[in-house]
């Protein structure tokens, strides 16, 4: 069984310590590709710089998340179009709206994300999205300019099965986390995983995020990381109602179509 984790926080320093025992954790696990996540201008370039070490099993992504929205000045936009033209990088983002935690302006995201989507498009790389209780202005925007991504998609989603249609609609990817595995706010995704059709859903840890609540054993530390994503791959699989080692090959599939990578 082959995995492959599109989101990952890889260059966080709670891997600082023990990263390589982190990959080869993963690798063990059957993880054999990871996107790991871009979401400033110097985390891009940490992301950047970790793939390189590791070309075929590493890739990064390069964008500035919505609550760095307002770092996003014309200098650092011109770093970040470097960036996204790097050959290790697959994705421009994270990017898109966060209204949950509003720590930057509603027109700072508004404008960042913009900017980036504009970027993906002259790139012609796929955008990797960023949504939290932002799903109006998120799909308008998105809406106006699907046309010139080649592919895009909802990282990390939460939300319901009104705004998964709404994605699926626009031809959006949708990534789930371990977020599913959460009884006290992950249990309305069942219904959306059902929705999502083959091809079309990924899966990944976003680490050191979002840990698995139903781990057994819990792990001494609260970390989340790539060796548990067969965890979360299982658990969607259930709820599909597929076995896993179909569930693993299809979204495997999907993701290396989705961001062009090499097999493993």
Known sequence: MHLIDIGINLAHDSYDADRPLVLARAAAAGVSQMVITGSSIAGNARAIQLAASEP???????????????????????????????????????CGLDYFRNYSPHAAQLAAFEAQLALAADVQKPVFLHLRDASSDFLALLRQWRPRLTRAVAHCFTDDQDVARRCLDLDLHIGITGWFCDERRGAHLRDVVRLIPRGRIMIETDGPYLLPRDLTPKPASRRNEPGFLPHIAKAIAAARGEELADFAAHTTRTARDFFSLPDA
Not at 77 to 86: F, I, K
């Open 56 to 94: 075929g099993r590493l890739f990064a992504t390069a964008g500035v998340h919505p609550h760095h929205a307002t770092e996003l000045t014309a200098a650092a936009l011109a770093v970040l179009q470097q960036q996204a033209r790097a050959a290790e990088v697959v994705a421009v983002g994270e």
